[in-house]
């Protein structure tokens, strides 16, 4: 089993909005644990001592040792944690208890090592799909983290859940088919095929987009001059009508 950590734990009996707030007016941090066996325990841990546990604990995954002030100490791992996205502060916690005969499901992070074959020669940039894998497992068998070496990764190719190495004790149970890390080509080369791809071919004109107006007042050509005088001539106003002749005098 990775390292053990311990973190002290008191019970708290009071909810809502309004308890919270005053434990974290006394450096406090609201908590509960979950067990499969047991029922939700409302719980609150001290804002420093629980910043120097998560300093130490760092990016691993680990199981951390609750003391409670009366009974026994309890076994468990950060289920989730909730922080105020402006201060950043710590608002609550939720853990998880595990028993040391139990296999038990737990999200690990994923940790990659090595400099990738694409990235060195062949001017490729390294993706990374999935930051943490779920897993099941034994407390003891519980890794810090998952690693996956990209050594041999070329451009164009990609670690997936079924290329990992298996570890002792340990179940992967994602999608075989879920991809971990790949190895691309940089985007610059790739918006360049595009535009290639997308440009017309030498010697294409391109189309105009619309005739041009005729400017005010420019002359007709003289090809137009003879089809406007027929229209001008249709137009035009008939002659006044010529007086009647006057009647012969008797």
Do not use: W
């Not at 409302?42 to 120097?52: A, H, M, Q």
């Not at 680990?62 to 922080?83: H, M, N, T, W, Y």
């Not at 068998?141 to 690693?147: C, G, H, N, S």
């Not at 940089?186 to 791809?197: G, K, Y």
Request: a positive charge; hydrophobic letters at 45%; aromatic letters at 4%.
């Amino acid at each position: 089993m990775s390292q053990q950590f311990t973190l002290n734990v008191t019970a708290r009996a009071q909810t809502g909005r309004s308890a919270s707030r005053r434990l974290r007016k006394a450096n406090r941090v609201p908590a509960i644990l979950y067990g499969k066996h047991t029922k939700p325990e409302l719980l609150s841990v001290d804002g420093p001592e629980y910043i120097r546990l998560r300093k130490a604990v760092g990016g691993r995954s680990v199981l951390v040792e609750l003391a409670r002030e009366k009974g026994e100490k309890a076994l468990s791992f950060f289920q989730e944690i909730q922080r105020d996205p402006i201060t950043d502060k710590f608002l609550h916690i939720d853990l998880q208890e595990v028993k040391s005969d139990e296999k038990f499901e737990i999200r690990v992070i994923v940790r990659i090592v090595g400099e990738s074959f694409g990235v060195k020669n062949q001017s490729g940039v390294l993706e990374i799909n999935t930051q943490t894998l779920r897993i099941r497992t034994l407390p003891k068998d519980l890794p810090e983290a998952i690693v996956v070496d990209v050594t041999e990764l070329k451009v164009g190719e990609t670690i997936k859940v079924s290329s990992l190495k298996p570890i002792a004790g340990v179940d992967f149970l994602d999608l075989k088919g879920q991809p971990i890390v790949s190895c691309v080509e940089p985007v610059a080369e790739i918006v360049q095929e595009v535009a290639a791809v997308a440009a017309p071919a030498d010697g294409a004109a391109a189309p105009a987009a619309g005739a041009a107006a005729p400017a005010a007042g420019a002359a007709p050509a003289a090809g137009d001059a003879k089809a406007a005088a027929p229209a001008a001539k249709a137009g035009a106003a008939p002659a006044a009508a010529a007086k009647p002749a006057a009647p012969a005098k008797k």
